[in-house]
């Protein structure tokens, strides 16, 4: 099993590494050789398009020509048996005491350790953004219905979601510059740079081919599609996003950027760290019922650092908040018959827990500017001030586990 506690590799990874050998997240890098798809293990990257040349995939099903590529889209687009084959092959090498693994990787230079650049991990062709967190939607009801019921109708009943826009996803590290648009003045509308620009702390999963146009995704089956996961920052602008979002919803306010980590993480090393998802009252309908209903324990953190100060960190919560499973999510986003594609991001929605500091937007924590946020070093913060750099990471850490971990996902307010 690759995420056996006794594995251990024969390549220096060290104490809390984020990518030891039960890990193995899948990327995209760069260096003077060009672009293709790598894996992460402790400091350095196995080069799967050498590996891949060699022949170490040989028998696994892998197509010619699927890691020289600048994304993981073709990778995507294989089976999940054939996903498992190669994961197992590159453990395998890796293990140590497999003297033949340390002969193949030396003979075929296949371990990169100087400095790469990581680009976007894949080419997104559809882009959908849940809003599945309880505590975040009650939290924006309370907001902005004080006198009403903060959950709406239907948010027990389907996984609430929206369509975004995959051309501004970008990598992790990108610079973000300030959006500029309508906003709600005291006479009518008035236009400018965005004095409301905000954080969403949220976990993304990318999928797999699906089924063909007009066939819906069976909740049970829905994991078969689904690749691994990733860090998702969905950059927002709340006073644009005020005066827009009635009746449609989300646009201008939320269109401009959206960052992901670089790594994604595959199911298959998340396996040790499925708990039991959240009760749900009342029960969905059918489409929607799982019979092993799981969610995933990662613990996320949120860095803020204004410029030339050290970071504090302003959230730290738990992915295990979430009411809708990513299961439940992909078969509600297919149910009608909608299709997904090898390299589709699907994003949780603003992951928030129950107490002010696990709340996952500075919307929530300075509840739409009323609180002052205070930093390490004395600043205040309702919302973020050019230069700010934020920086989001995640851990699994349960007992009886080797821990693993996403890397970041970074940004820096550009002005």
């Given at each position: 099993?690759?995420?056996?506690?006794?594995?251990?590799?024969?390549?220096?990874?060290?104490?809390?590494?984020?990518?030891?050998?039960?890990?193995?997240?899948?990327?995209?890098?760069?260096?003077?050789?060009?672009?293709?798809?790598?894996?992460a293990?402790?400091?350095?990257?196995?080069?799967?398009?050498?590996?891949?040349?060699?022949?170490?995939?040989?028998?696994?099903?892998?197509?010619?020509?699927?890691?020289?590529?600048?994304?993981?889209?073709?990778?995507l687009?294989?089976?999940?048996?054939?996903w498992?084959?190669?994961?197992?092959?590159?453990?395998?090498?890796?293990?140590?005491?497999?003297?033949?693994?340390?002969?193949?990787?030396?003979?075929?230079?296949?371990?990169?350790?100087?400095?790469?650049?990581?680009?976007?991990?894949v080419?997104?062709?559809?882009?959908?953004d849940?809003?599945?967190?309880?505590?975040h939607?009650?939290?924006?009801?309370?907001?902005?219905?004080?006198d009403?019921?903060?959950?709406?109708?239907?948010?027990?009943?389907?996984?609430?979601?929206?369509?975004?826009?995959?051309?501004?996803?970008?990598?992790?590290?990108?610079?973000?510059k300030?959006?500029?648009?309508?906003?709600?003045?005291?006479?009518?509308?008035?236009?400018?740079?965005?004095?409301?620009?905000d954080?969403?702390?949220?976990?993304?999963?990318?999928?797999?081919?699906?089924?063909?146009?007009?066939?819906?995704?069976?909740?049970?089956?829905?994991?078969?599609?689904?690749?691994?996961?990733?860090?998702?920052?969905?950059?927002?602008?709340?006073?644009?996003?005020?005066?827009?979002?009635?009746?449609?919803?989300?646009?201008?306010?939320?269109?401009?950027?959206t960052s992901?980590?670089?790594?994604?993480?595959?199911?298959?090393a998340?396996?040790p760290?499925?708990?039991?998802?959240?009760?749900?009252?009342?029960?969905?309908?059918p489409?929607?019922?799982?019979?092993?209903?799981?969610?995933?324990?990662?613990?996320?953190?949120?860095?803020l650092?204004?410029?030339?100060?050290?970071?504090?960190?302003?959230?730290?919560?738990?992915?295990?908040?979430?009411?809708?499973?990513?299961?439940?999510?992909?078969?509600?986003?297919?149910?009608?018959?909608?299709t997904?594609?090898?390299?589709?991001?699907?994003?949780?929605?603003?992951?928030?827990?129950?107490?002010?500091?696990q709340?996952?937007?500075l919307?929530?924590?300075?509840?739409?500017?009323t609180?002052?946020?205070?930093?390490?070093?004395?600043?205040?913060?309702?919302?973020?001030?050019?230069?700010?750099?934020?920086?989001?990471?995640?851990?699994?850490d349960?007992?009886?586990a080797?821990?693993?971990?996403?890397?970041e996902?970074?940004?820096?307010?550009?002005?």
């Amino acid at each position: 099993m690759t995420t056996a506690t006794h594995l251990e590799s024969w390549v220096p990874v060290g104490f809390g590494s984020d990518f030891p050998i039960q890990n193995l997240p899948y990327g995209v890098f760069a260096d003077a050789e060009g672009e293709r798809c790598g894996v992460a293990i402790g400091e350095v990257i196995v080069d799967l398009a050498r590996a891949e040349a060699a022949g170490l995939f040989t028998s696994t099903g892998l197509r010619h020509g699927t890691f020289r590529q600048n994304s993981l889209n073709t990778f995507l687009g294989h089976s999940r048996g054939v996903w498992s084959a190669v994961r197992g092959r590159v453990t395998e090498m890796l293990t140590a005491g497999n003297e033949q693994g340390i002969a193949f990787a030396r003979a075929h230079n296949v371990m990169i350790d100087h400095p790469v650049r990581l680009r976007l991990p894949v080419t997104i062709g559809d882009y959908v953004d849940f809003y599945s967190s309880q505590q975040h939607a009650i939290n924006v009801g309370r907001m902005f219905r004080p006198d009403g019921d903060p959950l709406l109708p239907n948010w027990k009943r389907l996984p609430v979601g929206y369509h975004g826009r995959a051309g501004t996803i970008i990598p992790s590290g990108t610079p973000i510059k300030r959006p500029h648009g309508q906003m709600r003045g005291p006479t009518g509308p008035l236009f400018g740079a965005s004095e409301k620009l905000d954080i969403e702390l949220e976990v993304g999963f990318i999928t797999g081919a699906g089924p063909q146009l007009g066939t819906p995704i069976p909740v049970d089956e829905a994991e078969h599609h689904i690749f691994g996961m990733c860090l998702v920052n969905d950059w927002s602008a709340r006073d644009i996003q005020a005066w827009e979002y009635v009746p449609l919803g989300p646009f201008l306010g939320k269109s401009f950027a959206t960052s992901i980590s670089p790594w994604i993480v595959p199911l298959e090393a998340l396996e040790p760290f499925r708990v039991s998802g959240t009760a749900q009252d009342p029960v969905p309908l059918p489409y929607l019922q799982e019979q092993k209903r799981q969610g995933v324990a990662i613990d996320l953190t949120v860095d803020l650092s204004p410029v030339g100060s050290p970071p504090t960190t302003i959230i730290a919560t738990s992915f295990t908040n979430m009411y809708w499973t990513m299961a439940q999510q992909l078969a509600h986003a297919t149910i009608n018959g909608a299709t997904t594609r090898p390299g589709d991001l699907y994003a949780s929605g603003t992951v928030s827990g129950p107490t002010p500091d696990q709340f996952g937007s500075l919307l929530e924590q300075s509840w739409n500017g009323t609180r002052d946020l205070t930093l390490s070093d004395g600043s205040t913060r309702t919302y973020l001030e050019d230069g700010d750099t934020i920086r989001i990471s995640a851990r699994c850490d349960i007992e009886g586990a080797v821990p693993i971990g996403f890397g970041e996902c970074k940004g820096t307010v550009a002005g």
